[in-house]
């Protein structure tokens, strides 16, 4: 489970220190932990692969979303493949033509791909102890 840290919490029985943004510092046990720090707690109750899939699908849509406030264009992307918006529209439409490359790329294949492209973005820095 994480934390957010507070005054006399012993943190070092935390194995990660997670800053997401410039919001909260996070102590976490496992990397299981962090996604749930970034998608949120009820990715705990997650019966399954498949339902960690499509959470972590739903942060990673938000947060692509959030990152053109900041003229950031993130694409989802999983197993190699960019997940589609609008799966009733034909890929070939141009809707879905990109005029340039993206400037991120968010993988939500595994929980640790994830973590690591949410590093590579700059929205979370990790640290283990």
């Given at each position: ?37 970034v ?9 399954d692969?498949?339902?960690d ?18 003229d ?46 949410l ?11």
């Amino acid at each position: 489970m994480f934390k957010i840290r507070e005054v006399g919490v012993d943190p070092t029985l935390m194995k990660y220190i997670v800053r997401l943004g410039d919001e909260a510092i996070i102590d976490a046990e496992t990397i299981r932990d962090i996604v749930a720090a970034v998608v949120g707690p009820e990715y705990y109750d997650c019966e399954d692969e498949l339902d960690d899939w499509n959470m972590r699908l739903r942060a990673g849509r938000n947060l692509s979303m959030q990152m053109l406030q900041f003229d950031k264009e993130v694409i989802v992307i999983a197993d190699g493949k960019q997940i589609q918006d609008n799966y009733g529209t034909d890929l070939k439409d141009p809707d879905y033509a990109m005029e340039h490359d993206p400037d991120h790329v968010l993988d939500i294949t595994s929980d640790e791909s994830f973590i690591n492209t949410l590093q590579e973005i700059g929205l979370i820095q990790l640290d283990e102890r």
